[in-house]
């Protein structure tokens, strides 16, 4: 049963006010649920990024649970050797607790400099969950492009001018790529805080690793108002950009069914950073977009078996 | 107490891990290290030893797994040569920053390119400035010793930095030498348990470990404390030693001086070619030549006012090089023993060979050679070339 949203707020928050995110940053409110999530206690380890730099300024912490932070591209290997050590504790009866292990990673450290680590660790069946929070660019560097960025977004490395309208190629489907890993994989949104708080539930107490990739906007890098962060994230849902599923063990489910047909340029238009496509002379990029995103939702009804 | 075996140095290495029993192993295979891992992964499947044995996917993970398992209170150990150790280097500084008393082994092989797999040192040179104390090790027996006693180094109040041990790759690691191998209560028993300090799973007392410590923060203090400790490791390890010495007999310091007492020309060596060396000494000595060896044991910290204190005497000293220095003025060694001479203010003509590269043959003709040189430089006064090298095809 998910929890209520009375029953999250009750929560005592483990990642406490103070930290020095930026005004409207998506990952602390997706941490902050998926962190609630949890019925047992919980050991955090984290990559270098936004989330790390600004939640652990040395003498301070943010953190009313045990967390670490090693490298950029080494978070799934710390916290496997954290669970090692867990798991040799408990054998010897040293620790009687149990425990929930949570990493967190943006999309740099979880598509690109980490994925190798992070497939390790699911591999030898690490049972952990890692969440990423998905800003889809380098933004604690200062917004440069990642196998997150989506086609046409502008960013510091992939620039917009003459010669190209922003980032040149697609995302990489980095649930997909974790869901061949046999275990659990959700994509979700702090929109639809029931739908992450259900499958952040599921990826805790399934036993073995568990992925969830959460769109978090990024006022700075998407060039969007601070106050409208969770909005952006809905549209990305509602517009089909950010399909809610779920793969348990390869079984695909669509979890949440967009009420009405709303054109991708919707989402994209507001966003500073895909401004340029707005240009006629951009315009199939547009559609190389949209038809993007309709295939992936046409592939994902027939993987999940849902009446087209 | 002890058993006698005829075992290769990686079989040594294994043993003692063994022995230790470390809480958590997190590994990964390459030549010549890989019977190390390969050794304690039938132990693991025989259900030997309860550690948690983690084969991660590449030696940045499995250092990347050490550190996450030692702050999180474990006893933990890995292993590794050459391009592992390069891929690893990262991470080196990060567990030293942490102050976490990780135990490796590295097995000496070349750096790539040209790739080759046989040994120098030109793997833990390239990391002896990561914060790691570095121990040296002239054969099995030698590499035994050494690694128990380097879980207790590094875990000690006064230290708590990872640790390095070190032997020379194939003609230690695969040659089969005698070895006496203490029994695992006794190992057990020496090591201990270990008695972290702030464990990340001690969850009612959460810690945040791997803070950001930017402009106006503590990142100087932090670093002087390390050099600090390093220091102390030098004391720590000769007390450690003194009471391995009581359970196996063997006692080292942190260097073996060879015949050094009377010596008027001495080498100073890492690793196994003071076995060559040693024999050439006595061969000298017979024939009334005043020849001594140092042999480096602690590399890190850096015992340099005891070395310029053992040298004091010689007429001339040559310093052995397993590592390209790519720098004019020689290698790690000899950089070193020149800066402990300066600052001691003694002049002992210095000359410096680079040898062994790629497991190069390193033969005695070689090391009476540089004996050789030596008289010829006491004699003149005159180094006529610091820099040589040894063995190279003309």
């Given at each position: 049963m998910v929890a209520t949203i009375k029953e999250l707020s009750e929560k005592q928050d483990l990642l406490s006010p103070g930290h020095r995110l930026c005004a409207g940053c998506g990952a602390s409110i997706v941490v902050r649920m998926i962190l609630k999530s949890s019925k047992k206690p919980l050991v955090v380890a984290s990559a270098t990024g936004c989330l790390e730099v600004s939640t652990t300024i040395y003498p301070f912490t943010a953190w009313r649970t045990p967390f670490i932070h090693s490298a950029f591209e080494n978070a799934s290997a710390t916290i496997s050797g954290v669970i090692a050590t867990y798991d040799a504790m408990k054998k010897k009866g040293k620790i009687k607790e149990d425990i929930n292990f949570v990493c967190f990673g943006g999309d740099g450290s979880t598509f690109d400099i980490g994925l190798q680590s992070l497939s390790g660790a699911f591999e030898r069946g690490t049972n952990f969950v890692y969440v990423c929070y998905d800003n889809e660019a380098y933004m604690n560097t200062g917004i440069q492009r990642s196998g997150a960025t989506p086609m046409g977004a502008w960013t510091t490395t992939s620039e917009v001018g003459k010669a190209q309208a922003g980032k040149r190629v697609h995302r990489k489907n980095m649930t997909e790529i974790m869901a061949a890993h046999g275990g659990y994989a959700a994509q979700a949104s702090p929109s639809h805080w029931r739908d992450l708080v259900m499958k952040a539930e599921k990826a805790f107490e399934y036993d073995g690793p568990a992925f969830l990739n959460v769109l978090a906007p990024c006022p700075r890098g998407w060039r969007i108002p601070t106050d409208q962060t969770v909005e952006f994230a809905r549209q990305a849902v509602e517009s089909k950009y950010w399909p809610l599923y779920e793969v348990m063990e390869g079984e695909h489910k669509i979890t949440y069914q967009p009420k009405k047909e709303i054109a991708v340029s919707e989402w994209l238009s507001p966003q500073g950073r895909f401004k340029h496509l707005l240009k006629d002379a951009n315009a199939p990029v547009m559609t190389e977009i949209q038809t993007q995103i309709d295939k992936e939702w046409n592939r994902l009804i027939k993987m999940s078996g849902e009446p087209t | 107490m002890s058993t006698v075996k005829a075992i290769t140095g990686d079989v040594a290495v294994a043993e003692a891990m063994r022995s230790i029993e470390p809480d958590v192993v997190g590994v990964y295979p390459i030549t010549p290290q890989t019977i190390i891992v390969e050794a304690y992964a039938e132990y693991v499947a025989r259900g030997e030893v309860q550690t948690e044995f983690v084969p991660a996917e590449s030696e940045h993970s499995a250092i990347s797994i050490c550190v996450g398992a030692a702050a999180a209170g474990a006893r933990t150990m890995t292993c590794t040569s050459s391009q592992g150790l390069a891929l690893m280097w990262e991470v080196l500084p990060i567990a030293s920053g942490m102050r976490l008393p990780i135990v490796m082994f590295d097995v000496n092989r070349a750096i790539s390119a040209?790739?080759?797999?046989h040994c120098d040192h030109s793997d833990t040179m390239g990391a002896r400035d990561t914060g790691w104390l570095q121990i040296y090790s002239e054969n099995a027996q030698e590499a035994y010793d050494n690694f128990i006693q380097a879980v207790r180094i590094a875990e000690h109040p006064d230290v708590q930095l990872p640790t390095m041990v070190m032997m020379d790759g194939f003609v230690i690691s695969h040659a089969i030498q005698r070895v006496e191998v203490l029994d695992d209560a006794v190992v057990k028993k020496f090591v201990g348990e270990r008695k972290a300090d702030y464990p990340l799973l001690d969850i009612d007392n959460p810690v945040t470990w791997g803070s950001f410590d930017g402009l106006g923060g503590w990142f100087m203090e932090f670093k002087k404390d390390q050099m600090q400790a390093i220091e102390n490791a030098k004391q720590v390890s000769l007390d450690v030693a003194k009471e391995y010495a009581k359970i196996s007999g063997r006692e080292y310091g942190l260097f073996e001086s060879y015949k050094m007492d009377d010596a008027d020309y001495a080498i100073i060596v890492i690793n196994s070619t003071a076995g060559t060396a040693k024999t050439v000494v006595d061969t000298l000595r017979e024939k009334g030549v005043k020849a001594g060896l140092i042999k480096i044991r602690m590399y890190r910290p850096f015992p340099a006012s005891e070395i310029v204190a053992a040298l004091n005497n010689c007429k001339a000293v040559a310093v052995m090089d397993r590592v390209p220095g790519y720098v004019d003025i020689g290698g790690p060694l000899f950089e070193d023993v020149q800066v402990a001479c300066y600052q001691e203010g003694v002049n002992i003509p210095l000359v410096n060979y680079i040898y062994g590269l790629g497991g190069r043959d390193i033969l005695t003709s070689h090391i009476e050679s540089v004996y050789s040189d030596l008289e010829t430089i006491a004699k003149t006064g005159k180094v006529a070339s610091p820099v040589n090298y040894l063995g190279i095809k003309e």
């Open positions: - | 040209p790739i080759n797999i």
